[in-house]
């Protein structure tokens, strides 16, 4: 009689071993970080026939399929946490002890913008070096930015740290575009798409010249003459240093009176403001030619 007794309790033992060991839902990570999104959680890979699983969520989501079963969805929508997603395992009559998951939501990544282009003008002299910061890309679990430019619309792409100088010579087009990738895909995090965040078209430079041209010449000795600087490339507002024999500033309009004398060397120098230039400042000269007075001899009487 006790063996017999003996061999029922160990049978009982046995089987509350086998159950306990088959349906209480194993926690393999206690807590968690996902992305704002649906998620899938599991419990035993071979469950006890005839075991349902009770599945409890306090804050941040909502159960959307599965509850009483071995697999349920969750949409996580509210940032914050950690909010605790629980299950406990019911069989032959009985309830298990629940396991739980901690879980911490974050918001989806948010790419990365500019926060300054140096130059900030939309377009650049050839050989002009340019260059981009950003403000940093957010969100996400195991992301980070990343950067590439690209030159000419060619389709190829290198990768660009911020801040670091970008040469433009020989090139018409400069384009920097950004993202936030890596994303633990598992739990729920997508990249976001490539984003073109700065740009520069590339201008070849044009040359500065000027041209002095006189009201009249030749010029008879002592008569006032007007010389012009006609400037080409010369910008909005050049400024103007006219001289006689490379000597002090005697003008600084566009226009420059003067009596000239023979052998005189007349220079104009221009400095442009307009962008993309270059001789500059570009000088002009000329050299008058200078008749002089003619003498009358004295009057006789005969």
Same mark, same amino acid.
């Given at each position: 009689?006790?063996?017999?007794?003996?061999?029922?309790?160990?049978?009982?033992?046995?089987?509350?071993?086998?159950?306990?060991?088959?349906?209480?839902?194993?926690?393999?990570?206690?807590?968690?970080?996902?992305?704002?999104?649906?998620?899938?959680?599991?419990?035993?890979? #071979?469950?006890?026939?005839?075991?349902?699983?009770?599945?409890?969520?306090?804050?941040? /989501?909502?159960?959307?399929?599965?509850?009483?079963?071995?697999?349920?969805?969750?949409?996580?929508?509210?940032?914050? /946490?950690?909010?605790?997603?629980?299950?406990?395992?019911?069989?032959?009559? +009985?309830?298990?002890?629940?396991?739980?998951?901690?879980?911490?939501?974050?918001?989806?990544?948010?790419?990365?913008?500019?926060?300054?282009?140096?130059?900030?003008?939309?377009?650049? +002299?050839?050989?002009?070096?340019? #260059?981009?910061?950003?403000?940093?890309?957010?969100?996400?679990?195991?992301?980070?930015? !990343?950067? !590439?430019?690209? =030159?000419?619309?060619?389709?190829?792409?290198?990768? =660009?740290?911020?801040?670091?100088?970008?040469?433009?010579?020989?090139?018409?087009?400069?384009?920097?575009r950004g993202r936030r990738s890596g994303c633990?895909?598992?739990?729920? +995090?997508? !990249?976001?798409?490539?984003?073109?965040?700065?740009?520069?078209?590339?201008?070849?430079?044009?040359?500065? #010249?000027?041209?002095?041209?006189?009201?009249?010449?030749?010029?008879?000795?002592? @008569?006032?003459?007007? $010389?012009?600087?006609? @400037?080409?490339?010369?910008?909005?507002?050049?400024? $103007?240093?006219?001289?006689?024999?490379?000597?002090?500033?005697?003008?600084?309009?566009?226009?420059?009176? $003067?009596?000239?004398?023979?052998?005189?060397?007349?220079?104009?120098?221009v400095l442009s403001n307009q962008q993309c230039?270059?001789?500059?400042?570009?000088?002009?000269?000329?050299?008058?030619v200078v008749i002089p007075k003619p003498t009358?001899?004295?009057?006789?009487?005969?």
């Open positions: 009689m006790k063996t017999q007794f003996k061999l029922i309790r160990w049978m009982m033992t046995a089987v509350f071993m086998i159950t306990a060991a088959g349906v209480i839902a194993q926690n393999q990570n206690p807590t968690q970080t996902v992305c704002i999104g649906d998620q899938e959680y599991h419990v035993d890979s #071979s469950p006890v026939t005839g075991a349902t699983y009770t599945w409890s969520l306090l804050g941040g /989501g909502t159960i959307t399929a599965g509850n009483g079963t071995t697999t349920i969805n969750v949409f996580w929508d509210t940032p914050g /946490g950690p909010y605790q997603l629980s299950v406990y395992t019911t069989a032959n009559g +009985c309830s298990g002890p629940p396991q739980s998951v901690d879980v911490t939501v974050v918001a989806q990544p948010v790419g990365p913008g500019l926060l300054a282009k140096t130059p900030p003008d939309p377009g650049v +002299c050839d050989g002009t070096e340019v #260059s981009a910061t950003f403000t940093p890309g957010s969100g996400g679990v195991g992301c980070s930015d !990343e950067f !590439e430019y690209s =030159y000419d619309n060619s389709g190829t792409w290198f990768a =660009y740290t911020p801040a670091a100088l970008i040469a433009t010579a020989g090139h018409t087009l400069v384009e920097i633990t895909a598992t739990l729920g +995090c997508n !990249e976001t798409p490539w984003e073109l965040l700065a740009s520069w078209t590339i201008t070849a430079p044009l040359p500065v #010249s000027v041209i002095i041209t006189p009201d009249f010449d030749p010029v008879c000795a002592d @008569v006032e003459v007007t $010389y012009t600087a006609n @400037v080409v490339n010369g910008g909005s507002s050049p400024v $103007y240093a006219w001289r006689v024999n490379g000597g002090a500033i005697l003008g600084t309009g566009s226009t420059f009176t $003067y009596t000239p004398v023979d052998g005189d060397v007349i220079t104009c120098e230039v270059n001789n500059n400042p570009a000088t002009g000269t000329f050299i008058p009358t001899s004295e009057i006789w009487h005969n």
